[in-house]
């Protein structure tokens, strides 16, 4: 039999309910919640699928959006642990951000909806979150509204992999030049100084470059220049441009085996001298075959 006509089965008189539910919600959020940054991902489409990796991805913005740590009380997911591969991380956290809130600051021809793959800086707990899944029925259908009023995002601790980050976010983008893997390269003289910050290349123009990378270090004493977020391969034939600085300084000599020059318990060189003597560990040969 039909349902009893005098009661109120979620038509749409509801809707002023709906929208007074999801502002409750919104000012919960705010009253509670955090400002974070969200970092949409690039270059979704150029994955390597044999290695599990993004190689080519970055992320060139930050929007600042509200969002509530759902776990207050700590860190969830397996916490840190020596596994055959090194230390691992595996905190992950919960964070609840609303529908509107989203779609009022993330422009639509970024993202409709969080996605799995961008991340989230925490400013008050100095982390980066990686979005592992985004939950989009937390509140089941409250009075009869299908599309969400909130997402959950469930988030695992991000673990760095030479991503470049260009956000325009000092606090951010510092993060990206101290820990990404940094070479040392030994260039000729000159008048002229490279720019920390800038991208470097080697080739005819910065779209046809065999290599490019970012300056962490400039020496003009000795005419060390430090770089990071390597794509390729240099050689010593040719000049290193800079795009900013336009200085063009011939490469002397690296060494493509060099410890990370920021640390000195890196062992890169001694692993890769011995591995030499008998296996090809190539990128172009991932499987390490002779």
Not at 188 to 198: L, P, Q, V
Not at 270 to 278: G, K, N, P
Request: glycine share 6%; net charge negative.
């Amino acid at each position: 039999m039909p349902t009893n006509h005098y009661f109120n089965h979620y038509s749409p008189a509801t809707i002023n309910e709906q929208m007074m539910y999801e502002d409750l919600l919104m000012e919960s959020i705010q009253i509670m919640g955090h400002d974070v940054k969200y970092m949409p991902r690039e270059a979704y489409d150029a994955v390597d699928t044999i290695l599990g990796e993004s190689p080519e991805a970055r992320f060139k913005r930050a929007y600042t959006l509200d969002m509530y740590l759902a776990n207050v009380e700590g860190y969830e997911g397996d916490g840190d642990f020596f596994s055959k591969f090194g230390l691992e991380v595996r905190d992950t956290s919960n964070f609840v951000v609303s529908r509107r809130t989203f779609e009022k600051y993330i422009p639509t021809t970024v993202a409709t909806r969080p996605r799995e793959g961008d991340l989230i800086f925490v400013p008050v707990l100095n982390k980066i979150f990686e979005i592992k899944y985004v939950e989009e029925e937390l509140m089941f259908f409250a009075l009869g509204r299908r599309i969400p009023y909130i997402y959950e995002l469930r988030c695992e601790a991000f673990r760095f992999s030479q991503e470049d980050f260009d956000t325009g976010d000092e606090e951010i983008d510092d993060l990206d030049k101290l820990i990404s893997y940094t070479i040392n390269l030994n260039m000729s003289s000159g008048a002229n100084n490279y720019h920390i910050g800038e991208t470097v290349y080697q080739g005819a123009n910065l779209d046809y470059a065999t290599v490019t990378a970012k300056v962490a270090d400039w020496t003009p004493a000795n005419n060390v220049l430090s770089v990071y977020n390597v794509n390729g391969s240099f050689s010593g034939s040719a000049n290193v441009i800079g795009t900013s600085s336009n200085n063009s300084r011939n490469l002397m000599n690296y060494d493509d085996k060099e410890d990370n020059s920021r640390y000195d318990d890196y062992d890169n060189k001694q692993l890769q001298t011995e591995a030499d003597v008998f296996i090809d560990t190539t990128e172009q040969n991932p499987f390490g075959m002779p």
